[in-house]
């Protein structure tokens, strides 16, 4: 699946979709697929204070688990409650349904675009 | 010798290897062997030929026979001990139709469910059992016995508690190996223990769980609501440790409020053994599924969309999460699981409650007795135990019973409890009475259960409970299962890093032998000479085979030792005041439960990296030793590696952790490999965990019992596990050609002092009967034929690691994954595919993901082995064929596979032939072979299992018949 070009990418495999100070954050149809089908999404909750580079989540499929790390300093303002009860979303729509939270933060991380990002991963 | 057994154990004969020689370019084994295992770590370096202390091989006859003897020696009373243990009655039909049954003892864990639907369900049947005695909402497919299990729902508790809080309070009426066993584990993990006396309404502290025994380890019934409601208010985890024959009769954990039950099984038709094995069991409240221990199976759907058993939430367990793994321990106790089941599905709920209740009758009847006789007993509420107060006269009791046949429990000085079971008789409640001076006669009085605490809910409502009263009806339950499923009995099942060998019908026979079978382990030191003389040449045997000094028989699991094995490093360091030297490092193809013991013995796991072909990077493992200086604990490598081959630096490698300090932990998992030509204390290892149940032919169970001896130099002696009743404390230390004796002072690390001794007699029974050159053959036979599969499969699959000489060690990793990029066959429809042809996948994906294991073990003969090879060869055939457009990618064999008789039978609508799909068998082969095949098929019950649908949908209970509506 190609990577969309409004999405900005983390070396971890997530995206983000920047609008201003907010940004909506999933994991990317590369990361997905090397997952494997996802049965099982720990998010973090509403309001928590989240520091980039940290672990803040969990995806787990039948095979692996894949941690879900913070692409920016700053706080949780929305999660994706479809995605809790219905992990397959992350599967099926990566770049879409499947999102997982909301964040607003202060200072843009550097990030990559979305050729750069096909380029790590080599597809 | 014609009959030596050592031929009939290994598969190949001469003419075979010759033929498999020739195949690789050898002109004998002899050179093979030289080829493969690097000279620098043979044994004849280290000492002299001949020094072996293994006996001449005996043959089986002559076995059975020194075998009776060692029975002999062992003396059968009637145990009255109780404390956790009870004398139970097997039924005949589970004994014959399971224990002794190699279609269930010689099957592996159920990684593949399609052909393990059989046990599956029979652990289903047990999870239902404890959750439904339990009251609680999900219970695991088995934990290694009940002090583990406490254990285990301590570390649940600290990881689920929101608690700020390092303490675990502990009832002070909990059984003595139970506490003993969190009191060695505790300082590892920075838990603090606090003994409290709950019944006597101590106040609780700030703690983040609670375990409490019900009823008490004293035998006194008492009401925990109150305490467990109290300590969930402050945020506590609630344990209870419950006996599951009385629940029956007493209200269950789950309506006391407990958040987590453990306990043991045993009593529900498993022999004590001396101590084990038996299933213990954990049970959790609805929420705190995910941060349980163990294997769990859940139900799910196959291709069909009809319910199908599988391992369920595996994403917890430590070959995955490795350092943050729920658990190290990988085996359940399966095959003992499957037994404890079954005795609920034989008796089903009026049964069982007529069996406590019995059970009761017995123990009040022998208070009433003891009162009628001016004894005290000093509870008025019990289940099976009565705790009598004889000032003064414990010990002298105690010692008349005996010599009358019975063993009590002498609790101190001035009392004695007293456990009954399903056994015993009136008679023999009066003979007992007697050594206390009462002499009523037995007649049946009123429960001592209290009121308030009789069990009112119902349990084991499912069909399977209440239909299979008939003996008839039982057996052919136990053979419909066992129908389903494929273990040893079939075919080969070549799971790299398993080594499903032989397990020979003569090493089985003792095991259910009533000498054996029937000991407490608590029983007298005089009462058990057979066991400590048999314990003490198989240690003295082990020692010999593996270069270290002495041996710990007492770890129940491969990851039970290694985890004694780290503790005994941590020990080590600690005594010389190095308490900074908290640093494992694990090289990134380590098995994950390395990790996750590590992190259990209270290191920080560093990983180190592996170089293209597969060994330990030597750059790597140096820049991490200084980086980590005197902070280095130990180093853990597998040897021969994860990879299946022979490292030639490991001198080098454990010299480099000698130097820094550091000491040396070589995992025994590939030990077959090497056995008789080369030992771990040679090389440098400090000390080592074996697989009883890989190389000395324990069988697997179908994922337990196992038995994990760790074995050390005798620097590390004093830091193996020790055990507060062990019968002989004097463990065999052997010193060049000196034979003494050592004590072992470390953590306990099972509930029993020889973990799960039962089933020893197996492992010495193949030692006794191979001697040393025997092992040394059946290694090599081993050797070679890993190396012919990876040499007639070269041109098909490519081998992903060899060592020197392009040879590799007792396994092969096939890499599938040029041949996934291909033509999008997985490693999955291929291992799934291998049913179609009668076999039991490779190891998949382990240690690198895209990839099948291969060990086929000297027990194979040559036409398996072919079988099999062309088997693979014929699988490939069909991936190509795919990749010429001849099948969709969606639709052929293989993406179909398995293929059950039910798709063969319906509408068939595929582009190739049902023919095809159920016998795929070679075109060439002859006419008398093929019909001899086609006739003995084995078919899988189910197709191919969504494993994705039973994780989002958990349900690990016996699913209700209508699950099974179209």
Redesign the interface.
Known sequence: MANPTNLKYTEEHEWLLVDGDNATVGITAYAAEKLGDVVYVELPKVGAAITAGTVVGEIESTKSVGELYAPVTGTVTEVNDAVVSSPELVNEDPFGAGWLIKVSFADVPALLDADAYTALTGE | MSNAFVNRHIGTDSAAQAQMLKQLGYDSIEHLIEAAIPESIHVDQFRAAGSSLLPEPATERETIAELRELASKNTLRRSLIGQGYYDTITPAVIKRNVLENPSWYTAYTPYQPEISQGRLEAIINFQTMVTDLTGLSTANGSMLDESTSAVEAMLLARRSSKVDSNVFVVDTNTLAQTKSLIAGRVQAVGIEVVELDLAAGAELPNAFGVLIQYPGANGQIWDPSAVIEKAKAAGAITIVAADLLALTLITSPAELGADVAVGSSQRFGVPMGFGGPHAGYLAVRAGLE?SMPGRLVGVSLDANGEPAYRLTL??REQH??RD?ATSNICTAQVLLAVMAGMYAVYHGPEGLKEIATEVHERATALAAILRAGGVTVTHDNFFDTIHVSVPGKAAAITAAAKAGGFLLNQVDADSITISVDETTTPGEVEAVAGFFGADAAYQVVASAVPATLVRTSAYLEHPVFNTHRSETSMMRYLKRLADFDYALDRGMIPLGSCTMKLNAATEMEAVTWPEFGGLHPFAPKEDVGGYIELIAQLEKWLVDLTGYNTVSLQPNAGSQGELAGLMAIRGYHLANGDTQRTVCLIPSSAHGTNAASAVLAGMSVVVIACDEVGNVDLDDLRAKIAEHGDTLAALMITYPSTHGVYEHAVPDITAAVHAAGGQVYVDGANLNAMTGFARFGDFGGDVSHLNLHKTFCIPHGGGGPGVGPVAAKAHLAPYLPGHFAIQNPHHVLVEGDTVSTVTHDGAQISAAPYGSPSILPISWAYVRMMGEQGIRDATASAVLAANYISKRLAEYYPTLYTGENGLVAHECILDLRPLTDLTGVSVDDVAKRLVDFGFHAPTM?FPVAGTLMIEPTESEDLDEIERFINAMITIKAEADAVLAGEWPAEDNPLHNAPHTAASIAGEWNHPYSREKAAYPYADGLDAATRTMRVRSKYWPPVRRID??YG??NLVCSCPPPEAFEN
Request: hydrophobic letters at 25%.
């Open positions: 995910r595996q994403a995955i999460r943050k994906s494993n994705a994780d989002r």
